[in-house]
Antibody, heavy 122, light 106 residues
């Protein structure tokens, strides 16, 4: 079964750091680009960051650029999101998601994890 | 690239034809995806590269457009289609989403 399972969320004070992890199974992880997408309950989707299948190219949303870093370990089949200088507005449910096509540019995300919740509060 | 969806919500009846539009602030060729999200569920990919139907998605869903203007059409609304729909440009970083369109029961 193709599956993505996120972990690492929690409650953190403003200015703090967290690292989210996403464990992939059921597919050849290093064939696919991956993204992090967040959603505040009751609000819309926000693309946070993405990385290609090799880990050689990545991008960030404007609201997190310079604070968040995406990475992947293809041998371990893990995707990561290092989040620094956290703000209250980073509070959300964070999903990892898989790109649709193998070894291709982004076409859309067809597999999603259930998400891990990050709460930034003093 | 900013993505603007309209309307933000629409009330419709079972059997109605529903059209949702998405406009990009600059040309994105056909690099557009559409998703459906139901309450408490993960988004589901419906359409990619503007008009390609994702495997398993009913044929009543269709997408069209190129450049800056795109549409998602549900030809005959079914009870299971009441949800929120999002467009996303996949042309260039950051891969921005539209604000969403909620399809509600009339």
């Amino acid at each position: 079964e193709v599956q993505l399972v996120e972990s690492g969320g929690g409650v953190i004070r403003p200015g703090g750091s967290l690292r989210l992890s996403c464990a992939a199974s059921g597919f050849t992880f290093d064939d696919y680009g991956m993204s992090w997408v967040r959603q505040v309950p009751g609000k819309g989707l926000e693309w946070v960051s993405g990385i290609n299948w090799r880990g050689s190219n990545s991008g960030y949303g404007d609201s997190v650029k310079g604070r968040f870093t995406i990475s992947r370990d293809n041998a371990k089949k893990y995707l990561y999101l290092q989040m620094n200088s956290l703000r209250a507005e980073d509070t959300a449910l964070y999903h990892c998601a898989r790109d649709l096509l193998k070894r291709a540019y982004y076409h859309g995300m067809d597999v999603w994890g259930q998400g891990t919740t990050v709460t930034v509060s003093s | 690239i900013q993505m603007t969806q309209s309307p933000s919500s629409v009330s419709a009846s079972v059997g109605d034809r529903v059209t949702i539009t998405c406009r990009a602030s600059q040309g994105i060729d056909n690099w557009l995806a559409w998703y459906q999200q139901k309450p408490g569920k993960d988004p589901k990919l419906l359409i990619y590269v503007a008009s390609s139907l994702q495997s398993g998605v009913p044929s009543r869903f269709s997408g069209s457009g190129s450049g800056t203007d795109f549409t998602l059409t549900i030809s005959s609304l079914q009870p299971e289609d009441f949800a929120t729909y999002y467009c996303q440009q996949t042309d260039s970083f950051p891969l921005t989403f539209g604000g969403g369109t909620k399809v509600e029961i009339k």
